[in-house]
């Protein structure tokens, strides 16, 4: 079983629509995060989570909003999709040290 | 701002080293070198890291120049599963860690037959 999950993996939508993807992982870590990744182009950090209690923007958080549920599950959500939102989306987990982030499987998202 | 500078492609012969400079001149005293990959558009996988020495892991070497301000991952013999971009990113540790990790264009490595 995959340690870091993401739902769902494809979403096709319209514009203005409200679109929830969510991450959900057994690895036991405290910090989550959520990137999004355009064609050709690297990841780029949307929101983070150091605990259940902590919520940080990243670099292009303007448009999404996330929500914490639990150790285990942290959400991302588009309140009003636009089609510029179209992207590849990616949770990450890790511990706090300098170790390796771990990523899940990505949710294709396309807003039309 | 990019911390870090990429050749955007490389290519490698099958079973020969792949050497994938990273430069990364305005680093940071406590920030490390990692190094991920992206196997067509999977998630970014994890490689090796290091601070000032060089490491080795078993899937690669990571060697950081004395300055610090580049290093080089070795892949000591590429397969064609090895084909995929391959990102630099230096981020520091403790609290901060995560807050920075910029993954920028990457370098696209081919394995060629």
């Known amino acids: 079983d995959a340690d870091v999950t993401q739902t769902p993996r494809n979403r096709i939508t319209k514009t203005g629509k409200r679109i929830m993807l969510e991450c959900s992982q057994t690895?036991?870590?405290?910090?989550m995060y959520w990137y999004r990744q355009d064609p050709g182009l690297g990841l780029r950090l949307i929101y983070y989570?150091?605990?259940?209690?902590?919520?940080n923007k990243g670099e292009i958080s303007d448009g999404y909003s996330v929500s914490r549920q639990a150790q285990a599950k942290f959400s991302l959500s588009l309140e009003s999709a636009i089609p510029n939102q179209t992207a590849l989306y990616f949770c990450?987990?890790?511990?706090?040290?300098?170790?390796?982030?771990?990523f899940g499987p990505g949710t294709r998202l396309t807003v039309l | 701002d990019a911390k870090t500078t990429q050749p955007p492609s490389m290519d490698c012969a099958e079973g020969r080293a792949a050497n994938l400079p990273c430069n990364h001149s305005t680093i940071s005293g406590n920030e490390y070198v990692y190094w991920y990959r992206q196997i067509h558009s999977q998630g970014p996988q994890y490689i090796i890291h290091g601070l000032k020495n060089n490491e080795t892991n078993e899937m690669a070497s990571l060697i950081i120049t004395e300055d610090r301000k580049s290093s080089t991952l070795i892949l000591p013999h590429a397969t064609l599963r090895d084909t995929a971009v391959y990102y630099c990113i230096v981020s520091s540790w403790g609290d901060n860690y995560g807050q920075n990790f910029v993954f920028g264009p990457g370098t696209r490595l081919s394995v060629l037959p």
């Open positions: 990450a987990t890790s511990i706090r040290g300098p170790d390796e982030q771990f």
């Open positions: 989570s150091f605990d259940v209690k902590d919520i």
């Open positions: 690895k036991g870590h405290d910090r």
